[in-house]
């Protein structure tokens, strides 16, 4: 592949090499408020910002949309990420007019938003096998949070959250398991992985006791390997008076095959981003809808949608709720293009989706010539780089006109590719992505050491950024004033 | 599973079948298994029976014209009535160009910049975002976004205990916070060992003797907000800046940046932390959807939650930008991280910053003098109304202020709502109206809806 992305190297006025100037070397405006009715000891001096024209706006944006990388590029296979297709419609749908309301309005004035998070309610429940989703924790991360709470306010429910202060997490888990189970005030013990990938049961069963709060699994996991144990893993943590917490980071494998409710998980998130293709907009916003048991529902987040007797929506408090972790009601268009999508799909839809996924990593893995230490895998793989370092081989296949898979985690595979193609990806596409890795595995350390070559930047120094840390315009050297 | 082939069948087999976003035919299917060496799909899952789940989720499949008219249906549910809305959430006009440039593809389907060579532009038109930031503020460090301000307020205060040198474990915050900001915080405050006490507002400022008295040195942080949730500018933000510096708390102030654009900047009101809802620009109304902005002291960097974007230089020499300061982060530090924030308002900050860039200093300047203007005039028209008395507060307003009503609000307020204006009730006897451009033509409508309703 020949691949070559957009820039416009330049210098600025004082001489600055850059691809695209910052807005603030271009024009920019000081205003002082001089006629406001308000004392001078309330008003700022002086405000000094960009002031392009809209002209100067739509092509300095443009310019720097054409230096990124995008799903509509071409292969973007980052493992645990799920990078697949948005679907366009879903944007026209969230830009609906009457969608856009304030969140205090009253139930009466807000129905058609209500019955829109209803829905959503209960197609998440249904896919999950769980009893009751909210729709309130705005990411992934936030999701494991509020499960957290709730698991906690359930534990203190029953006199038991002094003693049990321990959340169990893999080894191989996302670096937000740990640190939600920290916010959210657990001790976290950590679980090896046993020789095959897996949770190792009999080391779990030393862990668990009667400090348990919970465990927190993917499943599959980050290897992609299916947890065959975890109708086990979830008696051991039952047994011992803990709860079970699904992290659907990877429920793309799974839709209509499996359902952590049928598993035995009594919380679980769904990042909506992920699965239910909800654009990932160059970091977010995401959400992390959370599904819960029976037993749990009274502890969800304030407020709940139900459904009235009279078939009229409501919000309300659940009985025992754990209050709020978003100021109001998550991140609502994030919700609405979810729903959509699900609307689209349907059962035959969604199970064809993990489907297609689960086929499109294994044709991948099939024609991947590094090692892949461990399987059967599902919708995502782990290939290990070799004696070659995994963040000098992704650099190698930025020059090949595909995004790198997630690099260095996890860690249990030396120098990881975690590789998640999703279903999204045609045949074509695939065989792209697999040459890619081909033609990298094939460069030298010193040609991976000068690339990319074909990006808008050439290789960049991460140390001196952290070393002298420049976070505004005000702080880069050779700014142009 | 068999799979449709696209052009051989009619339309609902294949809606109930496939998906329309995997491209796959049936011959590459096939094609592709005998590459793998399997003989189906099915064999590939490595599902114990036991939780194989073999039911149906009753959702019916529609075709694309069926998704978009069936929820406009369902949306169109949502009563018709001019909303004079705020306490936390904002309808400003946002302008096209910010659709149009910030749904392009390249950003929008994009993630994360784990490779910074090939996402550049979303690098940088975060790093201005972050620079516009620090221009309002006048502190030099502003992340890339939270979730929220609730949720910037309780990382505010888990950032406040950790820089505390010693230790401390009470959190004080305006009596006039939204209930639901203030339960956010309590749960972010919990897992530390946080607790929060309120503290008493007289006319819109803060209570100084109520406040000093609450101080001591147990206190991590103290809360205030300009404009307040009831619309106030708050006049004692150095005297509250100085009450927590002399008790080694951290002072964190809320507001948004169309208000820090005519507002003492923070940074010399002695604000140590400045937290708000940053998509007060960049998007209208969305049901409580927003950007928690979030900026600090240089002496917080290293404390900093969530990603942030520093400039650097490539191999050639070439200024570039990258994420920087991970260490901070859940994916290297795990529970030691300073957040286990991931997945952020990215594209809702890059929003803000288009739309903030379209305005310029000048745009966005006329932009908080009218808010001043607008409130301050409906109210004095409200004012004028027989049983109404406004502003309650006896303060300078920002967008929106509260009216006491002799009648009981609550009455006030739904015999306005079926009139098809929609005000908060913020006491028994006061409403809050809110006022900005998307709306301000209407306030002729509202007023005599209200002199209606209590006259
Ligand atoms: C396995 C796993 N768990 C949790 C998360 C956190 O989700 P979010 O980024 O939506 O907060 C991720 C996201 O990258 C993940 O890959």
Redesign the interface.
């Known amino acids: 592949m020949n691949y070559r992305q957009a820039t416009w190297e330049r210098e600025t006025d004082s001489g600055e090499p850059v691809n695209e100037p910052l807005l603030s070397e271009k024009r920019t405006g000081t205003v002082s408020h001089d006629d406001v009715d308000l004392p001078d000891e309330l008003v700022r001096e002086e405000l000094t910002l960009p002031e392009p024209a809209e002209p100067e706006v739509a092509s300095h944006y443009t310019r720097l949309s054409q230096m990124n990388y995008s799903v509509e590029h071409g292969p973007y296979p980052l493992g645990s990420c799920t990078m697949k297709y948005n679907p366009k419609f879903t944007e026209d749908v969230a830009g609906l007019d009457d969608g856009a309301i304030h969140p205090d309005r009253p139930d009466e004035y807000a129905q058609g938003t209500l019955a829109v998070l209803h829905g959503l309610q209960e197609y998440l429940a249904e896919i999950g096998g769980m009893e009751t989703v909210t729709l309130q924790p705005p990411a992934g991360a936030a999701g494991e949070f509020t499960g957290l709470l709730v698991a906690r306010a359930y534990h203190r429910s029953n006199d038991e959250d002094e003693k049990r202060r321990e959340v169990i997490v893999p080894a191989s888990a996302h670096g937000t398991n740990f640190a939600s189970a920290a916010m959210a005030g657990y001790d976290v013990v950590e679980l090896p992985s046993n020789d095959d990938g897996r949770v190792p049961l009999e080391a779990l069963e030393e862990a668990v006791g009667d400090s348990t709060a919970a465990l927190m699994l993917t499943n599959p996991n980050t290897l992609g390997l299916f947890e065959r144990n975890i109708a086990d893993i979830a008696d051991v943590v039952h047994d011992a008076g803990g709860l079970l917490y699904y992290d659907g980071a990877n429920l793309n494998a799974l839709l209509g095959r499996a359902r952590p409710g049928d598993m035995g998980f009594d919380i679980m998130h769904y990042n909506v981003h992920k699965t239910f293709a909800s654009p990932h907009g160059g970091g977010g916003p995401g959400a992390g809808p959370i599904g819960v048991v029976e037993e749990l529902t009274e502890f969800l987040p304030d407020p709940h949608v139900r459904e009235a007797e009279d078939g009229s929506f409501e919000f309300y408090e659940p009985e025992e709720s754990i209050g709020k972790v978003h100021g109001f009601h998550g991140n609502w268009l994030v919700l609405l293009k979810t729903y959509a999508y699900i609307s689209r799909l349907g059962d035959g839809g969604l199970k064809d989706t993990s489907a297609m996924a689960v086929l499109n990593a294994n044709y991948l893995a099939s024609q991947v010539d590094l090692d892949i230490p461990y399987g059967p895998f599902h919708h995502e793989f782990v290939a290990s780089a070799g004696d070659v370092d995994a963040a000098e081989f992704a650099k190698g296949m930025l020059d090949e006109g595909v995004h790198p898979p997630t690099t260095k985690w996890p860690e249990i595979v030396d120098e990881a590719l975690m590789t998640e193609p999703t279903e999204a990806l045609s045949k074509e596409q695939l065989d792209v992505l697999a040459a890619a890795f081909t033609e990298t595995d094939r460069k030298t350390s010193e040609e991976l050491s000068e690339a990319p070559t074909t990006t808008a930047a050439a290789r960049i120094d991460q140390a001196s950024a952290a070393r002298n840390p420049q976070l505004s315009w005000r702080d880069v050297e050779g700014h142009d004033e | 599973?068999q799979?449709i082939q696209h052009d051989e069948t009619d339309q609902s087999d294949e809606?109930?079948?496939?998906?329309?976003?995997?491209?796959?035919t049936p011959q590459?299917?096939d094609?592709?298994?005998s590459?793998?060496?399997?003989d189906s799909?099915e064999e590939?899952?490595?599902?114990?029976e036991?939780?194989?789940?073999d039911g149906?989720?009753?959702?019916?499949?529609?075709?694309?014209f069926e998704?978009?008219r069936?929820?406009?249906n369902?949306?169109?549910?949502?009563?018709d009535?001019t909303?004079f809305?705020g306490?936390?959430?904002y309808?400003h006009y946002v302008?096209s160009?910010v659709?149009?440039?910030?749904?392009?593809?390249?950003?929008?389907?994009?993630?994360?910049?784990?490779?910074?060579?090939?996402?550049?532009?979303?690098l940088?038109?975060?790093?201005?975002f972050?620079?516009?930031i620090?221009?309002?503020t006048g502190l030099?460090?502003?992340n890339?976004?939270m979730?929220?301000?609730?949720?910037a307020l309780g990382e505010a205060a888990?950032l406040s205990a950790r820089v505390r040198e010693t230790s401390g474990s009470r959190i004080l915050v305006p009596e006039t916070i939204?209930s639901?900001?203030h339960?956010?915080l309590?749960?972010?405050a919990?897992?530390?060992?946080l607790t929060t006490e309120t503290y008493p507002l007289d006319e819109g400022n803060t209570d100084l003797d109520a406040l000093s008295d609450l101080i001591d040195e147990d206190v991590v942080m103290v809360y205030a907000e300009s404009p307040t949730t009831r619309g106030a500018?708050e006049?004692r933000l150095p005297e509250v800046a100085s009450l927590a510096d002399d008790h080694d708390a951290a002072f964190c102030l809320g507001s948004d940046p169309v208000a820090?654009?005519?507002?003492?900047?923070p940074a010399?009101v002695g604000a140590d932390i400045v937290i708000g809802d940053a998509s007060v620009l960049g998007?209208?109304?969305?049901?409580?959807?927003?950007l928690g902005l979030f900026a600090v002291k240089q002496a917080y960097?290293r404390q900093v939650p969530g990603?942030?974007?520093?400039?650097?230089?490539?191999?050639?020499?070439?200024?570039?930008?990258?994420l920087?300061?991970?260490?901070r982060?859940?994916?290297?530090?795990?529970?030691?991280?300073t957040?286990?924030?991931?997945?952020?308002?990215?594209?809702?900050a890059?929003r803000t910053a288009?739309h903030?860039?379209?305005l310029?200093?000048?745009g966005?300047?006329d932009l908080?003098?009218d808010c001043?203007?607008t409130a301050?005039e409906a109210a004095a028209r409200l004012d004028d109304v027989n049983g109404v008395s406004a502003p309650v507060d006896d303060r300078?307003h920002f967008r929106e202020f509260v009216a006491r009503t002799e009648r009981p609000a609550a009455d006030v307020v739904?015999e306005l709502?079926d009139r098809g204006f929609?005000v908060?009730e913020a006491g028994d006897f006061e409403i809050q109206v809110c006022v900005t451009e998307t709306n301000n033509d209407e306030v002729d409508d509202l007023v005599a809806a209200v002199r209606e309703v209590l006259e």
């Open positions: 599973m799979r809606l109930n079948e496939s998906s329309p976003f995997a491209p796959q590459e299917v094609t592709m298994l590459a793998i060496g399997a799909v590939l899952f490595d599902v114990p036991a939780v194989t789940f149906d989720f009753d959702i019916e499949a529609k075709s694309e998704v978009r069936d929820i406009e369902l949306l169109g549910q949502n009563a009535g909303e809305l306490r936390g959430h309808d302008p160009v659709d149009y440039l910030s749904l392009r593809s390249e950003f929008l389907t994009s993630y994360t910049q784990y490779q910074p060579e090939t996402t550049q532009g979303f940088q038109a975060l790093f201005e972050q620079s516009m620090v221009e309002l030099p460090v502003a890339c976004s979730y929220d301000v609730a949720t888990l939204r639901e900001r339960s956010v309590e749960n972010y919990d897992g530390a060992e500018i006049e820090l654009a005519l507002l003492k900047e010399t998007l209208s109304a969305s049901h409580g959807m927003g960097l990603r942030l974007v520093g400039a650097s230089e490539t191999a050639n020499g070439r200024r570039a930008y990258t920087t300061l991970q260490t982060e859940q994916h290297i530090r795990k529970e030691r991280a957040s286990n924030i991931c997945t952020n308002q990215a594209w809702v890059l288009i903030i860039a379209t310029g200093a000048s966005l300047a908080a003098e001043v203007t301050s300078h739904s709502a929609l908060h």
